[in-house]
């Protein structure tokens, strides 16, 4: 399996591109717009046929770069049931299957940081986990904006992310400190949101938080919920 994790430097988000050799198909997770030029050449450069984009939840912070690669390539744009996006090629649920050529990724529904926030799983020997803005490295997604609700992404993550095998490797969507991955083992270690005692506690930790809002929410949010902007490829 082709596997790279890329960086944008101005959100800090991380994006994922899975492609099975084979049969060159890819997919991209949570694309950002003005990455697009390289995502193309990337996709040029290893000879892979770009099938969907997907997008754990509606961002914030970036706008996604779904609209762009779909037009430039032919690409369906997945995002989640809940998602406002009513724009995008085909909306993805709990348990279902995403084919990647012969691999199939798991989607997980991980509500909390907003109500349509997803996990994708790839199963096999070394377990990949896409946890987006639900479980990060040593920290966990924000819940006070988009419809986030701590209590759920408690459940979200201890129901659900913290109860797959411990060396599951965790692929999260930002990182603010250069961190690139961890482990389910780790996080459950030595993650102090996951070190609380109960719900009751987490929703307080979380409500104690009182971060400012995204820069660019105010624009992220509805250029998202439009798929992204539409601009001409240079
Ligand atoms: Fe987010």
Avoid: W
């Amino acid at each position: 399996m082709i596997f790279r994790q890329l960086f944008d430097e101005t959100s800090y988000t991380y994006t994922y591109l899975l492609a099975d050799e084979p049969s060159k198909e890819a997919i991209i997770i949570d694309s950002v717009e003005g990455k697009v030029e390289d995502y193309i050449r990337l996709l040029k450069e290893l000879g892979l046929t770009l099938k969907a984009t997907l997008d754990t939840h509606t961002h914030a912070d970036h706008i996604t770069a779904a609209s762009l690669l779909r037009d430039h390539t032919g690409c369906l744009s997945l995002v989640g049931k809940q998602s406002k996006a009513d724009c995008a090629s085909g909306k993805f649920q709990h348990d279902d299957l995403i084919p990647i050529g012969e691999h199939r990724l798991k989607v997980l529904y991980t509500p909390g940081h907003t109500d349509d926030s997803y996990s994708f799983l790839l199963e096999g020997p070394e377990p990949k986990l896409f946890s987006g803005d639900t479980l990060l490295i040593r920290g966990t997604g924000r819940t006070d904006f988009q419809n986030g609700d701590a209590a759920q992404q408690y459940r979200s993550l201890m129901d659900i992310l913290l109860t797959l095998p411990a060396h599951t490797l965790v692929y999260p969507g930002h990182d603010y400190k250069g961190s690139s991955v961890s482990t389910i083992a780790e996080e459950r270690e030595y993650n102090p949101r996951l070190k609380v005692a109960s719900e009751q506690d987490y929703v307080e930790l979380m409500a104690a938080l009182h971060l400012p809002n995204p820069a660019l929410m105010d624009i992220a949010v509805p250029a998202n919920q439009a798929c992204g902007k539409h601009k001409p490829l240079t």
